[in-house]
């Protein structure tokens, strides 16, 4: 395993980016390296790796973002780099998705055994077909963006998808309204509540017979699991 993994670093400092590059090219790890979020996010959709170093503290596109917009499509192990000092919300950052997170300075050699560590511990997933979701009935292809019932493709508009996409990967869990709209429409922006609402009704129309996929908890919010 040591030999081909692939590394993208996304990662604004030069001095940090050497520092981590040194230690990666002493396991043979091979490197990809961007300088803000913008390229960090073209450069993950052009290459395979195999897991991604991503700092917070960004230009152009902030390492919160670039972790969201990753989790859309994949399943790669994410570290998130974050300076001390810096407000860092971890449970925000693993909610975004991160699997791990580490605080600067760091000792190269720790970076190198979190990133053998997570990839022993997501070995079995990554070698499995991870764009897929299944939830009952419900398939979701996380590349395509495609629902799929019964064979057939269900046209969703954009955050719709999300929206369906959000809570089938968070099964079971009880959301409100102002939390959907902070995980489905955007970290800083909170709208009217009732677009969540309007929204669930007309997911439950698209999923037809399996509308009962999404339950209402009066008083409190929304959940999605397969129905009993
Ligand atoms: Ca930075």
Request: hydrophobic share 40%; proline share 3%; glycine share 6%.
């Amino acid at each position: 395993m040591d030999s081909n993994i692939k590394v993208l670093m996304i990662e604004d400092e030069e001095k940090m980016r050497d520092l981590m590059k040194i230690a990666f090219k002493k396991e043979s790890i091979e490197t990809f390296e961007a300088v803000d979020g913008k390229q960090g996010l073209s450069m993950f959709k052009d290459n395979n790796v195999d897991i991604v170093v991503l700092d917070i503290m960004l230009p152009e596109i902030d390492g919160w973002t670039v972790c969201r917009e990753i989790r859309r499509s994949s399943n790669v192990p994410i570290i998130l780099l974050t300076a001390r000092g810096e407000e860092f919300d971890k449970l925000f950052g693993f909610e975004l998705g991160a699997d791990d997170y580490i605080v600067k300075p760091f000792s190269p050699k720790e970076l190198v055994a979190r990133i053998k560590a997570l990839l022993r511990r997501t070995d079995n997933r990554s070698n499995e077909t991870t764009h897929i979701l299944e939830i009952g009935e419900i398939i979701i292809n996380r590349l395509s963006r495609e629902v799929i019932i019964e064979e057939r493709i269900i046209n969703l508009t954009n955050k719709e998808y999300e929206l369906l996409y959000f809570l089938a990967t968070n099964p079971k869990i009880v959301f409100n309204r102002e939390q959907l709209l902070l995980k489905v429409w955007g970290y800083e922006q909170y709208g009217d509540p009732r677009t969540v609402d309007t929204h669930i009704k007309k997911l439950r129309e698209k999923l037809g017979d399996f509308s009962n996929y999404i339950t209402t908890i009066w008083g409190v919010g929304y959940k999605l699991e397969v129905p009993k």
